[in-house]
């Protein structure tokens, strides 16, 4: 008599959402410009992760023959100088911004905090030079620092880091 009765399970009562419209009552509230602009902002991503599937040309390739074309049905954003396809330029420079672009503002950040503890801590004369320092820095115009810093080290995403993150 310690036998229990096998019973099925009840079912579960489902609230008949779909994923659409879970998706589309996160965007309630929001205006038209803000989706379109979020929209936007994910296919961006989406080709920078993925770009070699959304890239309808090589990037590199060079066609002397439609240099200068401006937007077609091929090359939607025209051409450069060189005959290379604007649109496909674009998809893989942005897998670059994608890295550079979060790891400037961190070092910017990171650089500003510490210059800034450091010089409120200590006061007096180090203050005044570093001030002094600082004013010098921000008085160069923002391409002549880059220039000068790409001729010292060399081209590479982390002199790109650097440079806007310091500047």
């Known amino acids: 008599m310690t036998d229990l ?9 489902v609230a008949g959402f779909s994923t659409m419209r ?3 009552s996160a965007f309630a509230g929001l205006p ?3 989706v379109v602009g979020l929209l936007l902002l994910l296919f961006w991503v989406a080709c920078a992760i993925a770009g070699n599937l959304f890239v309808p040309y090589d990037p590199y390739a060079e066609d002397f023959l439609a240099t200068l074309t ?7 954003f025209g051409t450069d100088q060189l005959g290379r396809d ?8 942005s897998r670059d911004i994608l890295l550079v ?10 650089a500003g905090s510490i210059i800034g503890l450091v010089l ?10 570093g001030a002094r320092l600082l004013d010098t820095l921000m008085a160069f115009p923002f391409i002549v620092l880059v220039t000068m810093t790409l ?7 982390l002199t790109v880091i650097l440079v806007i993150g310091i500047a």
């Open 32 to 34: 038209p410009s803000v």
């Open 120 to 129: 409120g801590y200590f006061e007096g004369l180090t203050d005044a030079i």
């Open 101 to 110: 672009a979060p790891l400037a503002t961190l070092a910017g950040v990171a």
């Open 70 to 76: 401006p937007p077609d049905a091929l090359h939607w």
């Open 5 to 13: 009765a096998e019973f099925p399970a009840p079912q579960l009562a």
């Open 22 to 24: 879970r998706i589309r």
């Open 86 to 93: 604007v649109l496909s330029r674009i998809i893989v420079g």
């Open 151 to 157: 001729v010292a080290i060399g081209p590479s995403n």
